[in-house]
């Protein structure tokens, strides 16, 4: 069966500072991916979505960036994070069955 | 535009009652919509589906159904759990290109005993 691994599942950076998140996938090849934020007490908001690798598309204009160096690997980056970058982002690949996705476990972010 | 809105923000309920959250939705050329379940801490897990040529399918506790003419979703939860606390996602998958999901806002489900 399909797995999703993501981490940290925790994470706490300064203003200005790097970001790197990973998603990881097992049990599947060639999984369609895709990064979603939540802010707290919010609805999932669709952030990237990638159809192979090296392939991204970009869902709303943002300070982060994504990437898919190999099949099962999705990263999540950016330069010089900003306060609002605040929040959850869950990684999250096609169903096996029907439509829909499984989600990872998430990773909650907090800048200060 | 594309949006999947929820009517009620908090639903408070008693342990064994049934409970309903309801889902609005606004693209009617969507064909495929889901429930999901988000615990605290954790990602949201896929409870059940229903295809738009539908307007009921049951699972093991739960209900879906879909009002096309009105465009609402709902689910029903039968003999509600304390373990049935969360927040409850609706989505609707919009047709063509890939598989994109457009979620609501949410509603929380607060069990009590």
């Known amino acids: 069966s399909q797995t999703i691994h993501q981490w940290p599942a925790t994470l706490v950076q300064p203003v200005g500072s790097p970001l790197s998140l990973e998603c990881t996938v097992e049990?599947?090849?060639?999984?369609?991916l895709y990064w979603y934020r939540q802010a707290a007490g919010r609805g999932l908001q669709l952030l990237f979505y990638?159809?192979?690798?090296?392939?991204i598309s970009s869902e709303v204009p943002q300070n982060l960036s994504a990437s898919r160096p190999q099949d099962r690997q999705f990263i999540l980056s950016s330069k010089k994070l900003l306060l609002s970058d605040s929040g959850s982002y869950l990684c999250?690949?096609?169903?096996?069955?029907?439509?829909?996705?499984?989600f990872g476990s998430g990773t909650r972010l907090t800048v200060v | 535009g594309e949006s999947v809105g929820l009517h009620l923000p908090t639903l408070s309920v008693q342990e064994g009652d049934n409970s309903i959250i309801n889902c609005a939705y606004s693209?009617?050329?969507?064909?495929?919509f889901i429930w999901y379940k988000q615990e605290s801490g954790k990602g949201p897990q896929f409870i059940i589906d229903?295809?738009?040529?539908?307007d009921k399918r049951q699972g093991q506790r739960v209900t879906v159904l879909l009002n096309k003419t009105v465009k609402h979703l709902s689910l029903q939860i039968a003999a509600t759990q304390p373990g049935d606390s969360a927040v409850y996602f609706c989505?609707?998958?919009?047709?063509?290109?890939?598989?994109?999901?457009?979620f609501g806002a949410g509603t929380r489900l607060a069990v009590h005993p």
């Open positions: 999250a690949l096609d169903r096996t069955a029907g439509y829909g996705y499984t």
């Open positions: 049990g599947t090849s060639n999984p369609n």
């Open positions: 990638s159809i192979g690798i090296d392939q």
């Open positions: 693209n009617s050329a969507s064909d495929y």
């Open positions: 229903i295809r738009s040529n539908m």
């Open positions: 989505a609707e998958r919009v047709t063509g290109g890939y598989n994109k999901l457009i």
